[in-house]
């Protein structure tokens, strides 16, 4: 039986609504352009020297009662990692608050603020409070700031899709474990990262803890872990930028990091291993040291009982621990969905495993 006129005319005036609404839809680009990702072939910094690092965890107080006062609302995700936190500014802490929220990131792992006013209290305001939490890196391939080389801008929309350019779509997906610039002498400690526009739906970042995918293995393993050390390269990343026509600014490194490392404020041991930057084991022949790896790169991989996803929303800021975690994007979003955050990254101590 052919449909009525009463169910046609309210197709059509559906679809001619659906019509409209694309039409008149408009892309008004990034809600903070200051930070667009920008790229200066002439910007060029010197080999990052060792300075000495003295974590601000140190100096807090164990109880935390400038970061964890009665207004504070706190939710753990997972008994070893991520805890969200409301009811409290990061731009209003004093430096006694500071540095109980390093402490707190290294025992937690990974903290995830709502609600915060981070975004809009200006470049240099955001750059001294990372400051307080060690000197912060320069990236040397991604896209910056016009005069901040501090950022490091995270950008995908339409015009600009760098995780594609960086994981191509040759791979099944995209997960790619890592600790931010593990190659550095001094890789990043207490991380900051900051949301400007993100996907309805997607766009998430899982966190893994090192600490507890240390934990999970057996003494007599840990015991052929202890003293061994690995090299993290910076050469494949300067490479891949550019193949692609980037920006070099830093000539790559390689470092050698030991394999298990202690975090010097908590005492906790963490695997430091990771995907992205951990190429070899020192002194083990290229067999040894690939089936050595590639065991732990699939352990913490496959750790989803030690690891979780952080949800972004408007306002949100992700402090995290770079020495005791790890991390993957995830690109799970509409190509034509715009995500744009930005990191600030503190240089921590020379690892140690003792």
């Known amino acids: 039986m052919a449909p009525s006129v009463s169910d046609v005319v309210p197709s059509i005036a559906d679809a001619v609504d659906d019509l409209k609404l694309t039409v008149t839809k408009q892309d008004n680009g990034p809600s903070y352009p200051f930070y667009y990702p920008y790229y200066d072939p002439e910007e060029k910094f010197p080999p990052t020297q060792v300075y000495q690092h003295t974590d601000p965890g140190a100096k807090a107080d164990r109880a935390k009662p400038h970061l964890l006062t009665p207004e504070t609302n706190v939710s753990h995700i997972s008994p070893f990692i991520g805890t969200e936190i409301s009811g409290v500014q990061i731009s209003q802490l004093s430096e006694d608050g500071l540095n109980e929220l390093a402490l707190y990131a290294a025992e937690r792992k990974v903290l995830i603020f709502r609600n915060q006013d981070f975004k809009d209290i200006g470049p240099d305001r955001q750059i001294e409070i990372a400051k307080h939490f060690g000197r912060i890196q320069r990236h040397p391939t991604s896209g910056n700031v016009k ?30 474990w890592h600790s931010d610039v593990s190659y550095e002498k001094q890789p990043a400690g207490t991380t900051f990262f900051f949301v400007l526009d993100q996907p309805e739906v997607g766009g998430d970042t899982l966190f893994g803890s090192q600490v507890e995918a240390y934990n999970r293995l057996s003494p007599e393993f840990k015991k052929r872990l202890e003293g061994l050390r690995a ?65 732990l790169f699939d ?10 996803r952080a949800r972004y929303e408007p306002g949100t800021v992700v402090v995290w621990d770079n020495r005791v975690t790890v991390h993957s994007a995830t690109g799970d979003f509409n190509p034509g969905d715009r995500r744009h955050a930005v990191r600030l990254t503190p240089q921590a101590e020379v690892p140690t495993d003792v």
């Open 147 to 176: 005069g901040y080389p501090e950022f490091h801008v995270v950008y995908r929309g339409t015009e600009h899709d760098m995780l594609k350019e960086v994981i191509p779509d040759e791979r099944i997906n995209r997960t790619q």
């Open 231 to 295: 090299v993290h390269s910076a050469f494949e990343q300067a490479e891949s930028s550019r193949r692609r026509g980037g920006v070099v600014r830093r000539e790559p490194i390689l470092t050698e990091h030991p394999l298990v490392r202690r975090h010097p404020v908590t005492g906790e041991k963490a695997l430091y291993v990771n995907q992205g930057f951990t190429r070899r084991i020192v002194g083990y022949k290229t067999e040894e040291s690939e089936y050595l790896l590639r065991f």
């Open 299 to 308: 352990h913490i991989a496959k750790g989803a009982d030690f690891q979780i």
